[in-house]
């Protein structure tokens, strides 16, 4: 078990053995979560964009810059055609409830 002591301003020095063993380093921040009894709390190391280079290798994961772009083109299609589709439908209700073209 390690301990740390707190100052007058609240703030902590995190041993050394454990910023080692989290690959805890000088300017990198750190969360705190609340444990599940509200008595304790979970310290988590965040990561950067950079620690999770290759993490969705074989995952089915765009390969290139091409393929991603390809990706959100196609998604914001689709949501442009469901944005249309809802704007079509309710002006189709209008034109036959009205009697009249929109």
Avoid: C, W
């Amino acid at each position: 078990m390690h301990k740390a002591k707190i100052t007058s301003k609240g703030q902590i020095t995190i041993p050394v053995e454990v910023r080692k063993a989290m690959g805890i380093k000088p300017g990198e921040r750190v969360t705190f979560s609340e444990g599940a009894d509200n008595s304790e709390y979970i310290l988590r190391r965040v990561g950067t964009m950079m620690d999770m280079a290759g993490s969705l290798a074989g995952l089915g994961a765009p390969k290139s810059d091409a393929e991603m772009n390809r990706l959100l083109a196609a998604y914001a299609a689709e949501l442009d055609d469901g944005t249309r589709s809802n704007t079509r439908k309710a002006a189709k209700k209008a034109k036959v409830s009205d009697g009249e073209a929109a």
